[in-house]
């Protein structure tokens, strides 16, 4: 791959990024999470900063050494948040100032309806508890509907499938449900995709159209991505 952060087609474009995953509690030590190490969202804020945007961060607990890459850098602002709840908060106080919105981070679909104020004890109970949870808010359908004139969103869909037509066939679903200008899709498995350094991507345009297909580091996903949202960006200007 070039050296593509020479390049300058982000200067003075405002984009917000979302990494990580987020935690619902259950109670005071323990929560309800997921596999997201965040590493996907700050390669995608570290690229778009080195090709001149003004970034937003939107950490959902991500480890110090994965945020590193980026937290010393006065072109990304780091906010970290916890729960959904938190990060919907967040990206829409966030979302109206930017051009560009990636939703990378993995939002937990479900918290538990009752969080206990006290740690919840086996002495307390004869059986296993059983927790109610109730559904998070679409955070990415907030933001679609609120978009603004030119803004251009983008959404994320980890996936399991068997195979590669399965994969692009839940990708195209996605993207309907969400009203998402680009989707970015990739297959995840019990190894594939998480804590791993490489991920593979494919890039659906609203029309459902693959307009690009990346495998490499996440900073190479990252910088197929980015350029997707330079097209999208272009083709909005017009
Ligand atoms: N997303 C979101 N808010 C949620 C759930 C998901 O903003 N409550 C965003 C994710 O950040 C991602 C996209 O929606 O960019 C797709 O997430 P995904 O979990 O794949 O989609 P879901 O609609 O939750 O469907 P699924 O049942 O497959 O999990
Ligand atoms: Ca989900």
Do not use: C
């Not at 780091?78 to 990206?91: H, Y």
């Amino acid at each position: 791959l070039q050296a593509t952060s020479s390049r300058h087609d982000l200067d003075e474009v405002r984009v917000l990024v979302t990494a990580g995953g987020t935690r619902e509690p259950i109670d005071p030590v323990r929560f309800i999470g997921n596999r997201s190490s965040g590493k996907q969202g700050v390669a995608l804020a570290a690229a778009a900063a080195d090709r001149g945007a003004k970034v937003v961060l939107l950490a959902a607990n991500v480890e110090a050494a994965v945020l590193a890459d980026v937290s010393e850098r006065d072109d990304v602002r780091v906010v970290p948040v916890g729960t959904a709840a938190e990060l919907e908060a967040a990206a829409q106080g966030a979302a109206p100032g930017a051009d560009a919105v990636i939703m990378a981070a993995a939002v937990a679909d479900y918290r538990v309806a009752e969080v206990s104020d006290s740690k919840l004890r086996k002495e307390d109970s004869d059986a296993p508890p059983v927790l109610e949870l109730v559904e998070n808010p679409d955070i990415l359908v907030g933001l679609v509907r609120a978009r603004h004139d030119g803004q251009v969103i983008v959404g994320f869909a980890a996936e399991t499938a068997e195979d590669a037509d399965e994969l692009l066939e839940r990708g195209r679903r996605k993207l309907a449900r969400k009203g998402v200008d680009l989707l970015a899709v990739n297959a995840v498995g019990w190894v594939q995709g998480f804590e791993s350094a490489e991920n593979a991507v494919q890039v659906l345009d609203a029309d459902g159209r693959m307009v690009r297909e990346i495998g490499g580091s996440k900073r190479e996903v990252a910088e197929a991505i980015l350029d997707t949202v330079v097209d999208e960006l272009a083709a909005a200007r017009r």
